[in-house]
């Protein structure tokens, strides 16, 4: 199954802007659904932005418009832009895989994390003035 490895994270003030990046070991089309989610302290994983196998994206609402998803087939990379960050955004943001969300279930939810089947180990992203 994909390896996937994030980069991209670090410490930003209020409106800056990070570029996240998952190198995955195959081809993203291997993959029906992939997907960004954001982790802070307990909490269980939200998802922020998901991507299907065809390139149908979807953002979470507290995100749209700032954040974007996007791939590069050639490189076997997942990226998520995030503009205008606010503290907030602040957590550890993982990329992750699924074999099994197809269609409309790679969608933004509370129930998304439970059909991901590989995860990266996260990459911190920090915003604070």
């Known amino acids: 199954q994909v390896q996937l490895v994030e980069s991209g994270g670090g410490s930003v003030q209020p409106g800056g802007s990070l570029r996240l990046s998952c190198v995955a070991s195959?081809?993203?089309?291997?993959?029906?659904?992939m997907a960004w989610f954001r982790q802070t302290g307990g909490t269980e994983r939200e998802a922020v932005a998901t991507?299907?196998?065809?390139?149908?994206?979807r953002a979470a609402r507290r995100v749209k418009g700032r954040f974007t998803i996007s791939r590069d087939n050639a490189k076997n990379t997942l990226y998520l832009q995030m503009n205008n960050l606010q503290p907030d955004d602040t957590g550890v943001y993982y990329c992750?895989?699924?074999?099994?969300?197809?269609?409309?279930?790679?969608?933004?939810?509370?129930?998304?994390?439970?059909?991901?089947?590989?995860w990266g180990r996260g990459t911190q992203v920090t915003v604070s003035s």
């Open positions: 992750a895989a699924s074999y099994r969300m197809r269609g409309g279930y790679c969608s933004i939810s509370g129930t998304l994390h439970g059909g991901m089947d590989r």
């Open positions: 195959e081809p993203l089309d291997t993959t029906e659904c």
């Open positions: 991507m299907e196998k065809d390139g149908t994206t």
